[in-house]
């Protein structure tokens, strides 16, 4: 009897094992980099975070151009003893504590820029969350991996930017 219930064990365990590789998986996979590169929200973000960095830096310059001035005239004061400067030096030290409050409040870690930067990719990033979602429904598939992050192979008919970015561009114009 013993002999008898060993093979249809085993054939039993063949067929579920069949059973499991036949639902397999299905998985496809994004490059994340390609959609920053070519979703034009991701570029009109990039865009404008450029635009209010380069004015952050000009109003930076200014004001350390205004600091440098203001050394220049103590040290010109202060070599011709003509008096101790000691208005300059004070505005000097103000100066100075602005330059690094200013630098503080737009670039620091917890700056203006840091902020806004969070907040546009934070949006954009929920849209192309919907529409990998999207995809990854309409699809049937188990996983959508990102390519850019790891991903050492994969066969391109399994790569599903292309249909992000249609999803993204058909979310960009419901809104």
């Known amino acids: 009897m013993k002999q008898l219930l060993r093979p249809i064990f085993i054939i039993g365990i063949m067929l579920g094992l069949t059973a499991s590789a036949t639902a397999q998986l299905k998985i496809g996979y994004i490059l994340s980099e390609r959609i920053r590169s070519e979703f034009e929200e ?3 973000a ?4 450029q635009l209010e960095y380069r004015k952050v830096q000009f109003e930076f310059d200014q004001r350390v151009q205004k600091l440098d001035s203001l050394k220049q005239d103590y040290e010109v004061k202060r070599l011709m003893s003509l008096d101790r400067g000691e208005s300059i030096k004070q505005e000097i030290d ?3 504590r602005q ?8 670039v620091g870690p917890q700056g203006e820029l840091m902020r806004k930067q969070a907040q546009l990719e934070y949006d954009i990033l929920g849209k192309v969350k919907k529409a990998v979602d999207k995809v990854a429904i309409d699809g049937g598939f188990d996983y959508i991996i ?6 050492l192979y994969f066969k391109s008919k399994y790569d599903l930017t292309d249909d992000v970015l249609h999803e993204l561009g058909k979310l960009g114009s419901d809104n």
């Open 42 to 44: 991701f570029k009109d």
């Open 46 to 49: 990039e865009s404008q975070l």
């Open 94 to 96: 103000q100066t100075e």
């Open 99 to 106: 330059i690094q409050t200013y630098q503080a409040e737009k």
């Open 146 to 151: 990102d390519a850019s992050v790891g991903l």
